[in-house]
């Protein structure tokens, strides 16, 4: 299930907590992780009573149903039919919805391909536990689709693997950043697929430990040496430094005239200025190309 890094902040959110506590925004949460599990956001037949107990809400069943069916910030949109649909939901977890609907090469067979029958057509959730430690993979037509693991889960897989939840976190985000490959996997750093993304984590994890080590072991002011740059402080700083470059190549009171031609070219103080950033660029690449870095 993907969660918008800006869910608690939202100001629908933040009503709802005023109006009915943090435990009706835990509780909209679990209403949308059993959509997700049960593929079901719409046509729900739904009552105050009903809801409060989907979402394992204790307080006013009736204050809690206001709240989320309240029109100006609406947590549900009612249907013609007087059923109930999760209000955002096909918008915000389109890219899972479009794996069920499209399986492994799109869902669509050949057109020479004889009909799939009836029986074997139908959606299905393979018996595997849906724990940190069990890979959520779904059936479309009979073709396999990985299906990424919530956020939830990578942090209790980091916590029972002895890494931090909340660095955890941050790969997370870093790995839902990249996308994902046709079959629904992440994409590494490489470009390839993360089919382990437990290994993944736990390396990663590994690299980040050992930099903050280095870090902590470094230049005190005993004659140590300084500690090693991580990979991120280390591609911030190219990044810098090339912006600077493009900065002041397209400073046209920087250039001058290439006498005989129409052409203009850096005056001898600023090409001097660029000569450095690169070289400093060439070196800081040297440096991170050196540094192993999980995918």
């Known amino acids: 299930m993907k ?18 506590g ?3 925004a ?12 049960s593929r079901e956001w ?13 979402m394992g809400y204790n307080g006013d069943a009736d204050e809690l149903w206001r709240a989320m069916t309240d029109k100006d910030a609406a ?27 499209n399986g492994k090469k799109g869902g669509r067979p050949p057109k020479e391909a004889p009909p799939t029958p009836p029986e074997e057509n139908k959606e299905h959730t393979l018996a595997r536990p849906l724990t940190p430690f069990g890979n959520q993979v779904v059936s479309f037509q009979n073709q396999m689709v990985f299906q990424t693991p919530s956020l939830e889960d990578v942090k209790q897989a980091a916590f029972m693997m002895g890494a931090n939840p909340e660095r955890a976190e941050i790969w997370f985000h870093e790995m839902e950043g990249r996308g994902h490959t046709t079959d629904g996997y992440w994409i590494g750093k490489d470009g390839h697929a993360v089919r382990n993304w437990r290994s993944a984590l736990k390396a990663w994890d590994g690299k980040w430990v050992a930099n903050e080590t280095a870090k ?18 280390l591609e911030k700083r190219i990044e810098a430094a090339q912006k600077e470059i493009d900065r002041i190549s397209g400073n046209p ?4 005239p290439v006498p005989g031609t129409f052409d203009r070219r850096l005056k001898a103080e600023p090409m001097a200025k660029v000569k450095a950033l690169k070289a400093s660029i060439s070196e ?4 991170l190309a050196g540094v192993e870095v999980a995918a």
Do not use: Y
């Not at 947590?75 to 794996?99: A, M, P, R, T």
């Open 42 to 54: 719409s046509g729900l037949r739904l009552s105050p009573r009903k809801l409060a107990s989907m």
């Open 26 to 37: 835990l509780g909209l949460l679990r209403l949308w992780g059993n959509a997700q599990i």
């Open 216 to 233: 902590h072991n470094g230049k005190n002011g005993h004659g140590n040496p300084k500690p090693a740059e991580g990979v991120w402080h």
């Open 75 to 101: 947590w549900l949109d009612e249907q013609e039919d007087g059923s109930w649909e999760l209000h955002g939901f096909v918008e915000h977890q389109k890219q899972v919805i479009k794996l069920w609907a």
């Open 22 to 24: 943090a435990e009706a």
């Open 3 to 20: 969660i918008d890094p800006g869910f608690v902040s939202h100001w629908k959110t933040q009503m709802l907590v005023a109006r009915c």
């Open 284 to 287: 800081m690449r040297q440096r």
């Open 253 to 256: 009171s920087n250039k001058e």
